[in-house]
C-alpha cells in the first residue's frame, strides 16, 4: 500500500521526535517519583510560561481539550501550585498564575529535564544543538503569529 509520506519526511521526524521526547521526559518523570503526573506538570509548565492566560487559551496551547485542563488545574490548585481567578476583562473567564510553590517544583524537574534534553541530544556538538534550536524556532514562527508562543509577550 502506498505511503502518503515517506517514513523519513520532515514532517514524520517531527511528529515522531516529538512524541518519543514526551514519552521519554513522562518516563523519567515517574522514575523519579515527582509527585505530580506527567500532564499536571506539563499543565504547571504552561502556566508558567503564559502567566495570566486564561485556561481556555492555555488548553488551546497545550493541545488539550478545556475540561481535560480544568481537571489538571483543580489537582494542582488543591495543592498550592496555581491560583485561578476570575479575568477582569471577562468575569466567564477565569485567569492561571502559577504561585511561589511551583518554582519549587521547577526546581526538582529541571536536573530531570535536562537528562532527558543530554539523552535526545547525545553526540550532538553545542553548534548542532544551536542550529537545531534556529531552525524549529523558524519553524514555530512560519506555523504561529501568536507573541506569547512565539516569546514576544512584550508585543502582545
Given at each position: 500500500?502506498p505511503?502518503?509520506?515517506?517514513?523519513?519526511?520532515?514532517?514524520?521526524?517531527?511528529?515522531?521526535?516529538?512524541?518519543?521526547?514526551?514519552?521519554?521526559?513522562e518516563?523519567?518523570?515517574?522514575?523519579?517519583?515527582?509527585?505530580?503526573?506527567?500532564?499536571?506538570l506539563?499543565?504547571?509548565?504552561?502556566?508558567?510560561?503564559?502567566?495570566?492566560?486564561?485556561?481556555?487559551?492555555?488548553?488551546?496551547?497545550m493541545?488539550?481539550?478545556?475540561?481535560?485542563?480544568?481537571?489538571?488545574l483543580?489537582?494542582?490548585?488543591?495543592?498550592?501550585?496555581?491560583?485561578?481567578?476570575?479575568?477582569?476583562?471577562?468575569?466567564?473567564?477565569k485567569?492561571v498564575?502559577?504561585?511561589?510553590?511551583?518554582?519549587?517544583?521547577?526546581?526538582?524537574?529541571?536536573?530531570?529535564?535536562?537528562?532527558?534534553?543530554e539523552?535526545?541530544?547525545?553526540g550532538?556538538?553545542?553548534?548542532?544543538?544551536?542550529?537545531?534550536?534556529?531552525?524549529?524556532?523558524?519553524?514555530?514562527a512560519?506555523?504561529?503569529?501568536?507573541?506569547?508562543?512565539?516569546?514576544d509577550?512584550a508585543?502582545?
Open positions: 500500500m505511503q502518503l509520506l515517506p517514513s523519513n519526511s520532515l514532517g514524520f521526524l517531527i511528529v515522531d521526535v516529538a512524541r518519543l521526547f514526551r514519552q521519554e521526559f518516563h523519567a518523570v515517574v522514575e523519579a517519583g515527582v509527585e505530580l503526573t506527567p500532564g499536571e506539563r499543565a504547571l509548565a504552561h502556566v508558567a510560561r503564559f502567566k495570566g492566560a486564561r485556561q481556555a487559551v492555555l488548553a488551546e496551547r493541545g488539550v481539550e478545556p475540561m481535560t485542563l480544568s481537571a489538571y483543580d489537582r494542582l490548585e488543591s495543592r498550592g501550585l496555581v491560583t485561578r481567578a476570575t479575568d477582569p476583562n471577562d468575569r466567564r473567564a485567569v498564575n502559577p504561585t511561589d510553590a511551583a518554582e519549587v517544583v521547577f526546581e526538582n524537574t529541571r536536573p530531570i529535564a535536562a537528562k532527558v534534553f539523552r535526545i541530544t547525545d550532538f556538538t553545542d553548534e548542532e544543538r544551536d542550529t537545531v534550536r534556529a531552525l524549529l524556532t523558524r519553524m514555530r512560519n506555523l504561529t503569529k501568536d507573541p506569547y508562543i512565539l516569546g509577550a508585543a502582545a
